[in-house]
T-cell receptor
């Protein structure tokens, strides 16, 4: 079955540097992959979606790459700020039994701390 | 104006009790979900509805019964609560059919069973 691995250790970086978070999967390549941000006591908030035929997607200071050969997505935050401190979750689509329905399966997330 | 709102935010109850969590979305989405996030922060889908029709029931015990009176509401009723039910329950919604596109989450309902 599909497994998702994200860095279990917290990532600490200095303000202004680029944060790079990793999402690896073990089995088939998903049709698309999503990244979410979750703050303590809050629900996940969608950030970016990248499809299997896209190598890279950008939104402001965020960049996501998708390498189906390596079975990996990288999530970058450039010019990081203390306000970027949160847990970042990746999620992959997964077929759900018969029919066209799919569901998302989630990584455990990586905690990012940006120090001023 | 909250897009996905769920109530209550906190529930503390005894084992064996029954409790309900309500969810409403004002985004006009067709699909709604219930997710459970356990103490290890693992997020797992429980149910999904599309236009009031149950699409995904992810081997959740029968004690959990979702109800969707209309496509803007998805409630969760839990009977005979057990210690292992303690978790944060998130409601979410999305455009279109189940499992496609981005999800919009509520703030979560933290359930503690004593």
């Amino acid at each position: 079955s599909q497994k998702i691995e994200q860095n279990s250790e917290a990532l600490n970086i200095q303000e202004g540097k680029t944060a790079t978070l990793t999402c690896n999967y073990t089995n088939y390549s998903p049709a698309y992959l999503q990244w979410y941000r979750q703050d303590p006591g809050r629900g996940p908030v969608f950030l970016l979606l990248i499809r299997e035929n896209e190598k890279e997607k950008r939104k402001e200071r965020l960049k996501v790459t998708f390498d189906t050969t390596l079975k990996q997505s990288l999530f970058h935050i450039t010019a990081s700020q203390p306000a970027d401190s949160a847990t970042y979750l990746c999620a992959l689509d997964h077929p759900h039994r018969a029919g066209n329905n799919r569901k998302l399966i989630w990584g455990l997330g990586t905690s990012l701390a940006v120090n001023p | 104006d909250t897009a996905v709102s769920q109530t209550p935010k906190y529930l503390v109850t005894q084992m064996g009790n029954d409790k309900s969590i309500k969810c409403e979305q004002n985004l006009g989405h067709d699909t709604m979900y219930w997710y459970k996030q356990d103490s290890k922060k693992f997020l797992k889908i429980m149910f999904s509805y599309n236009n009031k029709e149950l699409i995904i029931n992810e081997t959740v015990p029968n004690r959990f019964s979702p109800k969707s009176p209309d496509k803007a509401h998805l409630n969760l009723h839990i009977n005979s609560l057990e210690l292992g039910d303690s978790a944060v329950y998130f409601c979410a919604s999305s455009i279109g059919r189940v499992g496609t596109g981005e999800l919009f989450f509520g703030e979560g309902s933290r359930l503690t069973v004593l």
